[in-house]
C-alpha cells in the first residue's frame, strides 16, 4: 500500500508537472481529485481498513492529496503567468490609428466662426481677449452706460444671482461681451485692438432666440480714431468672413448707451435662381442687420480711467451664431445646442481643417 501510494504521488505530480496548458491540468486535476479520480478512490478505502491501517495509511493518503492539491495550484499559477506574458508579447495597442466611425469628433460652426474671426481680426493687428461669463452688473452695465433704468436691467431679460461680489455688485450672467470692453481699458494701457468672442446670456428663448447664445465685440482705442476707421474695419472683415468682394454695407443710425453715435449695420443680399439669399452683390435686392456699433461713448472712457480727450474709439458688437446661419446656410439656430450627433456630422468642420487667410477662411 505504501510504494502505491508513494508511486501514485509520483506519477500525479509529475503529470501535474509535465501538463502543458491550463486544459492539460484540469485533465490531471480530474484524474486524481474528481469524482472517479484516483486519489478520491484511495480515501474511499479507509473505511473498509482496520483501525490499525487505517491510522498508519490514513495520513499518508491525506498528505498525497495536500501534496497533489499543492502541486495543481502552483502549476497553475505557472500557467496563468505564461499565458498572460504570451497575450502581452502579442497584443499591441495603436494609438496613432484613428478611431474612425462615430467616434470622430467634429468642430461646432460656432467654434469654427470663432477661429474665422480670431484668424481675419489677428490679420488687422486685433489680439483677443476674454472676460468672464459671470459677471458683476457694473462691468455689464453701470460703466457701460446703462443706468440703472434702462430695460436691459429688467430681469426679464437678465439672469441675476442672489449674491453680490466683495464690492456689493449685484452678480449676473453676462447678457453681452461689452463687459470686455471695460475690463480691457481698465487692465490695459492704450492703444488698444481686441475682439472678445465667447457665450452670452439672457432670459429669452424662441425660434431664434435661445437662452445661451454667442457674440463677438471688437474694441478699438486710440488717438485720433474715427468712423472713417470704423467702417474701413467692419468692410474688410464682412468681404473676408463672407469670402466676396462685392459686398454693399449700410450703416443706420441707431442707439446704444455705450456708443456716441451709433449705428446698425445691414449687408446686402442679392437672390440666387431658386429665390434663396445670398450675402453680397453690388446691387442687393435687400438688406439683414448683421451687427451694432459706434464710436465709443466718453462716458464709457471715463468710467475705465481713462481721458476721453487723448483716447477715442470705437466699438461693435456681433452675434455669433446668426454669423454662422447665414455663412453656412443653417436655418433653425436651436439645432446648434441640441447636440445631435447627426446635425454636428452634417455641419461641423474636420478638426485639422484649421481656417486661414491664404485658403480664404472657411475653406
Ligand atoms: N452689446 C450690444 C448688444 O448686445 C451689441 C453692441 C452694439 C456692441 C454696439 C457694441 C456696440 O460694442 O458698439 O446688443
Redesign the pocket.
Known amino acids: 500500500m505504501t510504494t502505491d501510494i508513494d508511486q501514485l504521488q509520483s506519477e500525479l505530480l509529475a503529470a501535474v508537472e509535465g501538463a502543458a496548458d491550463l486544459a492539460a491540468l484540469e485533465a490531471v486535476r480530474v484524474t486524481a481529485l474528481g469524482k472517479q479520480g484516483t486519489v478520491t478512490g484511495l480515501l474511499k478505502t479507509l473505511g473498509a481498513l482496520s483501525p490499525e491501517e487505517r491510522q498508519t495509511t490514513g495520513p499518508r493518503i491525506h498528505s498525497l492529496r495536500e501534496a497533489v492539491t499543492e502541486a495543481l495550484a502552483t502549476r497553475k499559477g505557472a500557467l496563468d503567468r505564461e499565458a498572460l506574458d504570451a497575450r502581452l508579447a502579442s497584443e499591441t495597442l495603436d494609438m496613432s490609428l484613428p478611431i474612425g466611425g462615430l467616434a470622430t469628433g467634429s468642430v461646432h460652426p460656432v467654434s469654427q466662426v470663432m477661429e474665422e474671426l480670431a484668424e481675419i481680426f489677428a490679420d488687422l493687428g486685433f489680439a483677443v481677449a476674454t472676460g468672464p461669463e459671470i459677471e458683476d452688473d457694473w462691468h455689464n452695465f453701470t460703466a457701460l452706460n446703462i443706468p440703472e433704468t434702462h430695460p436691459a436691467r429688467a430681469m426679464h431679460d437678465t439672469f441675476y444671482f442672489d449674491e453680490v461680489d466683495g464690492e456689493g455688485r449685484k452678480m449676473l450672467l453676462r447678457?453681452?461681451?461689452?463687459p470686455v470692453?471695460i475690463r480691457t481699458m481698465v487692465g490695459q494701457k492704450p492703444p488698444i485692438r481686441i475682439i472678445a468672442p465667447g457665450r452670452?446670456y439672457r432670459s429669452d428663448s424662441d425660434a431664434t432666440h435661445t437662452p445661451m447664445f454667442h457674440?463677438v465685440?471688437?474694441?478699438v482705442i486710440d488717438r485720433g480714431i474715427t468712423m472713417g476707421h470704423l467702417k474701413w474695419t467692419l468692410e474688410t472683415f464682412v468681404k473676408a468672413f463672407f469670402e466676396r468682394d462685392d459686398i454693399v454695407l449700410r450703416l443706420r443710425p441707431s442707439y446704444?448707451p455705450?456708443?456716441e453715435p451709433?449705428m446698425e449695420v445691414d449687408v446686402g443680399y442679392t437672390r440666387d435662381k431658386s429665390g434663396r439669399r445670398i450675402i453680397g452683390g453690388a446691387e442687393p435686392d435687400g438688406w439683414m442687420e448683421i451687427?451694432?456699433?459706434?464710436m465709443?461713448h466718453r462716458k464709457v472712457i471715463e468710467a475705465c480711467d481713462l481721458d476721453p480727450n487723448e483716447w477715442q474709439g470705437?466699438?461693435?458688437?456681433?452675434g455669433i451664431d446668426r454669423l454662422a446661419m447665414l455663412k453656412y446656410g443653417i436655418d433653425d439656430l436651436r439645432a446648434f445646442f441640441d447636440g445631435d450627433l447627426r446635425w454636428l456630422r452634417h455641419y461641423g468642420f474636420a478638426a485639422l481643417d484649421v481656417p486661414t487667410l491664404a485658403q480664404g477662411v472657411g475653406a
Open positions: 447678457t453681452h461681451t461689452s470692453q452670452t457674440q465685440e471688437g474694441l446704444f455705450f456708443t451709433s451687427l451694432g456699433s459706434g465709443v470705437f466699438a461693435f458688437g456681433c
